[in-house]
């Protein structure tokens, strides 16, 4: 009888053992590997990954907030330039990514682009992605080679109509935001232009101020340095208000292409699955980053700023992204553009 209880109280004590180890393993996150370690985040460092070429406007939007943000993670951030097919190999990437937390996108408005552009995306934007919030809404201005004769954007816009088939609107590939911003120029004014891409922004500006190409649309980031410089001549700027850094250059409003607005939003990703805690962490230092007053200067000198702490969260980016979708999935459709 004594045995009996003996090898009972045994069994018990093996029992309660592995429940014990069961429950460690639930809080450590050890079930299924996605949040290993979420409660330590981060150990390690972590690597954000910038669809485009090192050098260009998001890459120089990354490289602002990178600091700041380590600063408040305590880990290493670096920055990974994974360019080709506008974005979509970067990305694609990232949404096959452990979702860890140690690996993180920065895109732009090519996220809501690139559905309607691609016929064969390996990944989907609203399922494959957590949103981690929106950084900064750049604006883009209409540029052209120094000696192009138009002088205003209404100028602009008759000589084109006038000249379709000489005119050529450079842009840094299918899916970049020069691109977009180039198909709306075309549908706001009703025009079909010859259009050159290039395998990123820096060749396309290059041979823009060299002459080699007549305009563009491209990004303040880009732009405003050739612009203050006087190596381009600019029109306009497409957000509703005028860009402090060039108060002088009228909106397209003012210029009489109302049609023409946009801005080319930003916004940091993790792969789906990524453990709440860890994106949660990941937002807080994105606003602490955003309130820091070298990267608002720094973006200012570039002709933006940080978006307001409300709209640097999951909730407001995954609320633009769902909408720009829409938006661009007609516009696209509109103008029969596929890039694959």
Not at 304 to 317: C, M, Q
């Given at each position: 009888m004594t045995t009996t209880r003996h090898r009972a109280a045994v069994r018990m004590i093996a029992a309660i053992g592995?429940?014990?180890?069961?429950?460690?393993?639930?809080?450590?996150?050890?079930?299924?590997?996605?949040?290993?370690g979420a409660g330590n985040y981060p150990e390690q460092n972590i690597t954000f990954v910038v669809p485009f070429?090192?050098?260009?406007?998001?890459?120089?939007?990354?490289?602002?907030?990178?600091?700041?943000?380590?600063?408040?993670l305590g880990a290493k951030i670096v920055v990974q330039n994974v360019e080709g097919a506008g974005g979509t190999v970067g990305a694609g990437e990232v949404a096959r990514?452990?979702?860890?937390?140690?690996?993180?996108?920065?895109?732009?408005?090519?996220?809501?682009?690139?559905?309607?552009?691609?016929?064969?995306?390996?990944?989907?934007?609203?399922?494959?992605?957590?949103?981690?919030?929106?950084?900064?809404?750049?604006?883009?201005?209409i540029v052209a080679r120094k000696d192009f004769p138009p002088t205003t954007l209404q100028d602009l816009v008759t000589y084109v109509k006038a000249n379709t088939n000489k005119v050529t609107l450079a842009n840094a590939g299918i899916g970049a935001a020069s691109h977009l911003c180039g198909l709306l120029f075309q549908t706001a004014t009703g025009v079909k232009l010859q259009e050159v891409p290039y395998q990123g922004t820096g060749p396309a500006l290059t041979d823009l101020v060299g002459g080699q190409v007549d305009f563009m649309c491209d990004q303040t980031t880009n732009t405003s340095g050739?612009?203050?410089?006087?190596?381009?001549k600019a029109y306009a700027v497409t957000t509703p208000e005028?860009?402090?850094?060039?108060?002088?250059?009228?909106?397209?409003?003012?210029?009489?292409?109302?049609?023409?607005?946009?801005?080319?939003?930003?916004g940091l990703y993790a792969p789906a699955g990524t453990p709440q805690?860890?994106?949660?962490?990941?937002?807080?230092?994105?606003?602490?980053?955003?309130?820091?007053?070298?990267?608002i200067d720094q973006m200012a000198k570039l002709g933006?700023?940080?978006?307001?702490?409300?709209?640097?969260?999951?909730?407001?980016?995954r609320a633009r992204l769902e909408e720009q979708l829409g938006t661009w999935a007609k516009v696209i459709a509109d103008a029969g553009v596929k890039a694959s």
């Open positions: 592995a429940l014990s180890l069961l429950a460690a393993c639930s809080d450590s996150g050890g079930g299924d590997g996605s949040g290993d070429s090192a050098g260009g406007p998001t890459d120089t939007v990354t490289r602002m907030i990178a600091e700041p943000m380590a600063a408040k990514a452990r979702p860890d937390g140690y690996t993180v996108l920065m895109h732009h408005i090519g996220m809501s682009t690139a559905p309607a552009l691609y016929r064969n995306l390996a990944y989907k934007p609203l399922e494959d992605f957590e949103m981690v919030g929106l950084v900064t809404d750049v604006p883009m201005t050739q612009i203050s410089a006087g190596k381009v005028r860009v402090k850094s060039l108060p002088d250059l009228p909106t397209t409003t003012e210029a009489g292409l109302p049609q023409l607005q946009v801005g080319v939003w930003h805690e860890v994106v949660q962490k990941l937002t807080e230092a994105l606003k602490v980053a955003l309130a820091d007053q070298r990267v933006t700023a940080p978006v307001p702490a409300k709209d640097a969260t999951p909730e407001a980016h």
